[in-house]
Each structure stands twice: as C-alpha cells, then as structure tokens.
C-alpha cells in the first residue's frame, strides 16, 4: 500500500475518517427531520465518493450536465440540475432523460420556461422542471410573491411534454452569515419564503411534490426546517476553510487537503516555498473578509495536523508562499527542504476542480483508495 510520503505533489488527499463524519452528520440532521435529503455532488464529482453520502438510488444534486451523464450512466435516476437552463443546452437533455427518468432541470423566468415550452415537442418522455426561488436577494429566483412564479408553473403545467415537479431554493446569503444566531435566523427564512411559494402555488391549483432548500450553512444551522420535505447540501463531506470560519465546522474537521513539497525558501523574507500554487489550491481568497482570513490555505504537517499561525500567503501558478501570521522565522524542525506538508482549502470545490483523482488515505497515512472524478461542462 502506498504512503502518502511517496505520493508525486500536489496531490488532493481526503481523510476518510474525517469524510464519514461529515457525511453521517447531515445523514443525522435530515433522519432527524424526516426529510429527504439531495446530496449535491458538485464539489467532489465522484461516484466512488458518492458511494458514501449519496449512494444509488439516492436522489442528488448535480452542477453541471457532465455531472448528471456521468451519474445517470452509473444508474442513478433522480438528478436535480440546479442550475437555470441555458437554451443551447436543450439538446442535452433526452440523452439523459432516457436513462434517468426523473432527470429534473430548473428555471426562474418566463423566457426560460418558454424556451422549455417550445423544446418540449422533442423530448421522448415528459421532462420534470421545478421553479427556483429567490429567498434572501442573493443569487437568481423568482419571488414567492410574485406573479411571474405563477405564470411560470402554469406554463410548465400546461405542457404534457413537461412536468411540473415543485420548488427549490439555495439560501446563498448564509455564507454572508458571522455568527450562528445569523445562520439560524436565516436558515428559518429560506424555509419560510420556500414553503411561501409552494403555498401560493396551491392556491392557484398547483401542486409542489417537492420543496427543496439547503446550503450547507442552513442545513446545519440547529433549527428545524419546517415547510420543506427536501434538504440539499454538498460541501459538508469536506468542509473547507470557508465553513470553519462561518462556525458551521471545526478546522480539525476539514476531511480534504493539498499535498505539497517544500522545494525552497526565501529566509530574508521569512518564506517558505512549496509546489502547490493557484493551480492546485485555486485562486479563491473566501475567507477574506472573515474574522480571520486564511490566505490561499491554512498549514499542515503530513499527518493532518494544524501548524498554528502558518497559512499559504500567496501564490504563483505553481508555486505557494507560505508564512506566519506574526512573520516569524521558519523552524527548520518544520520546513526543511524536501519536507511534505498538508494545505487545508479555502473553498473545497475549488480546489477539488484542480485535480484528476483523490487519495484517501487512513489513520496510518496509506493511502487505501483513489477516487476518480468528472471534470467540464
């Protein structure tokens, strides 16, 4: 079996112990509730990882149309699509529709709707569409209060080669949230202007059959999701530097990180360099304006374990530039040449996007498995 100190850097490594957790945590917030919960696949893209939080025939969450062929061809039947419908993908979609039946695409506008309306005709089966609402003014939706949303499942509903399946929302002002009392606060409201929309559906003879809402931040926020029967969340399997610095995680709860080698140092600047730059830890500063910002990464040892004070200052497109917080001298005991560290990612998804495979590694540092992953559009 392979040691991660053999391991060719960078390398995206997950801990596995660290991942179960993460992965029985939202199983335990959404058994607790009753509600079904939709895993969104986006930041690992990969069905060996799924195995563990979103095993077939559970429904998931997808971001891409790559993702939803790659699930749909491993069996997978209910794959939500939660990103509005571009018209120059209409003609994606009945190859995946025929192997998932409830292949399901989403829309926030009337133009969008129409231009479903207007494919229709060509689908082999009845496409299922759901409406996305805007909840907190973040991101894209309908209003729930608005007239457009009605008219938009009206249309939907209309159509025999479409079928209306309800609403969804993603509560994306959570990551705007400093303290758990915020998280709360709109964890409640995400689920109250979802159930909202669904309410005024009905009273125009429209049926939701699901009321889908989540983000990691709300979904674990430590309130009941009432009005909801589906929670979505994705990069709790993981967590990132992003989540511990909202309170949603601890760092030593973090299950994914960079391998890297340091190859260098610039000791009047107090520097040490490795071999993990943007290309491998992405260009995301996240946690910028959070109480504390992390740079492109907070430091490890090889073992996992948290150099306190040592983040990842800067980066070049191989290279990173890690330093201490009060600018001290590198300990050589630390960072000699040649020695491997571990960088924690600001945000997991876009780190995990560098990469190729994953290696999961144990308690003992052997790596015991690679996960392969989907990449592109």
């Known amino acids: ?21 993460n992965c029985q945590r939202m199983r335990t917030v959404a058994n607790a509730e009753n509600i079904s919960l939709r895993p969104h696949v986006k930041t690992l893209k990969s069905l060996q990882a799924a195995h563990y939080y979103a095993p077939s025939p559970m429904p998931v969450t997808v971001s891409t149309l790559a993702e939803a062929r790659y699930f749909a061809s491993a069996g997978y039947t209910d794959i939500l699509y939660a990103v509005g419908i571009a018209p120059n993908k209409l003609s994606q979609l009945d190859a995946i529709l025929k192997v998932a039946e409830d292949f399901t695409v989403i829309a926030d506008n009337i133009s969008a709707v129409q231009a479903l309306v207007d494919y229709a005709p060509q689908f082999s089966q009845p496409l299922a569409v759901m409406l ?91 309130v009941s999701h009432n009005g909801i029967n589906e929670l979505r969340a994705g990069v709790y399997a993981t967590f990132d530097c992003v989540m511990a610095g909202l309170g949603v995680c601890e760092v030593t709860d973090i299950a994914m990180s960079v391998l890297t080698c340091i190859i260098g140092h610039q000791h009047n600047k107090n520097w040490v360099i490795v071999d993990a730059g943007w290309m491998a830890l992405s260009r995301d500063q996240g946690t910028a304006d959070l109480s504390q910002d992390c740079g492109y990464g907070l430091v490890c040892d090889i073992n996992g374990e ?54 999961v590694v144990n308690k003992s540092l052997e790596v015991s498995q690679v996960w392969s992953r989907i990449n592109g559009w």
């Open 1 to 21: 079996m392979t040691h991660l100190h053999q391991l060719a850097t960078p390398a995206c490594i997950i801990d596995v112990d660290k991942f179960k957790r």
């Open 132 to 222: 996305e609402v805007d909840v907190d003014d973040h991101r894209a939706g309908l209003l729930p209060e608005s007239d457009e949303l009605v008219a938009c499942a009206k249309a939907i509903q209309n159509t025999p080669a479409l079928r209306f399946r309800g609403v969804m929302t993603h509560a994306g002002g959570s990551y705007d949230c400093r303290n758990t009392e915020e998280r709360q606060a709109i964890a409640h409201q995400e689920c109250q202007r979802i159930s909202f929309a669904a309410e005024q559906l009905k009273q125009h003879g429209i049926s939701c059959d699901v009321i889908s809402a989540g983000s990691t931040p709300t979904a674990l926020a430590g």
């Open 306 to 359: 948290l150099l306190d004070g040592w983040y990842v200052k800067a980066t070049n497109q191989e290279h990173g530039i890690i330093c201490h917080r009060d600018n001290i001298t590198p300990p050589e005991t630390l960072f000699s040449y040649g020695q491997i560290l571990r960088i924690l990612p600001i945000h997991a998804c876009a780190t995990s996007a560098q990469f190729t495979q994953y290696h």
